[in-house]
């Protein structure tokens, strides 16, 4: 059994792993030419946050996606709370299904996090190019949203380890035996 102040010493240290996890992706997803195919890009702050919310359930996780969406507006130029709004909504989504639906495991998490890039990334087409009315808006679904969406999968398996790992190294020892 541990003392309280070892536990909340170790819940501190998680989620400053979590956050240092955060400022790595964002940094790593909004710096130009890193991990391109042609136009696309894999989203590495989705999978994080999918993951964080897989591990630490829907709450804590919908509040971890809200902090990234707004990182990820702030770092994307965006509209400030519209990725904040859908990661805090697919954060909670998905914490909920895997602990009442799905079992956490890899191939699971890779499904979830390519269609949750999916659906992030297809909003982002719909309401900044298709609505406008740009041309050549299908070419930029076909060339940039599908093979983004594609190439999410192996950063949200990698993304899911060390979020798993996080996760089990400061686990909280309840006295169960």
């Given amino acids: 059994m541990e003392s309280r102040r070892k536990r909340s010493r170790s819940q501190i240290l998680k989620w400053c792993c979590y956050v240092l996890g955060l400022f790595v992706c964002a940094a790593l997803q909004t710096t130009p030419g890193l991990f391109q195919l042609g136009q696309a890009k894999p989203l590495l702050l989705l999978p994080l946050c999918l993951a964080v919310s897989v591990c630490e359930g829907e709450f804590a996780g919908a509040l971890f996606g809200m902090v990234c969406g707004l990182l990820w507006d702030y770092t994307a130029g965006r509209t400030v709370g519209m990725l904040a709004l859908e990661m805090m909504l697919l954060c909670f989504a998905v914490g909920v299904l895997v602990q009442l639906y799905l079992q956490s495991a ?15 990334l297809s909003c982002d087409w719909l309401f900044f190019y298709r609505m406008p009315g740009y041309s050549g808006s299908a070419q930029r679904y076909l060339w940039f949203v599908l093979p983004s969406a594609a ?5 949200s398996l990698v993304e899911f380890a060390i979020v798993r790992h996080i996760y089990n190294k400061f686990k909280i020892d309840n006295g169960v035996v």
Avoid: C, D, E, K
């Fill in 151 to 155: 190439l999410t999968i192996p950063a």
């Fill in 106 to 120: 890899p191939g699971n998490f890779a499904v979830i996090s390519a269609v949750a890039a999916l659906l992030v």
